[in-house]
């Protein structure tokens, strides 16, 4: 599993060091415009704590910090107008998950039909 690293790229935006396209924020919680989108809605949900992967969030966060994080992926799904048409939130985690940058996040996509889960 990821360790955390200060110098990864969601480390850097969360301290302002690169910009990004803020679709939600509160003092738990950025979510922005990914970079590379592979859907027409395609939104990172991040914590602002320190957490290199999904397990270290659920083992270590506070219940405010759990609760956040869920809360506002519902946030980015009304701001983004998806809750009728239906979304995808997804996280990778480790190597297998096929996780790239070592701050927990959550992929919330939509705007489309998404197809199977997994590439076959
Ligand atoms: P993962 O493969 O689950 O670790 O996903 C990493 C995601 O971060 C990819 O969807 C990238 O397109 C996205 N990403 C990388 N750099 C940035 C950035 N500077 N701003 C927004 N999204 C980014």
Redo the contacts with the bound molecule.
């Keep these: 599993m990821p360790v955390y690293d200060d110098s990864n790229?969601?480390a850097?935006?969360l301290r302002g060091e690169?910009?990004?396209?803020t679709v939600y924020e509160d003092d738990q919680v950025l979510a922005?415009?990914?970079?590379?989108?592979?859907a027409p809605v395609?939104v990172?949900v991040i914590p602002k704590g320190k957490y290199a992967s999904m397990s270290e969030f659920i083992e270590n966060a506070s219940d405010a910090e759990v609760l956040a994080l869920n809360r506002a992926i519902l946030k980015v799904v009304d701001a983004k107008g998806l809750r009728d048409s239906g979304y995808r939130t997804?996280?990778?985690n480790g190597d297998h998950?096929?996780?790239?940058?070592?701050h927990l996040?959550i992929?919330v996509c939509g705007g489309k039909p998404l197809g199977p889960l997994l590439v076959k």
């Design positions: 790229i969601f850097k935006i690169i910009p990004n396209t922005f415009e990914d970079v590379a989108p592979q395609h990172m997804l996280v990778n998950g096929g996780q790239e940058v070592p996040h992929h």
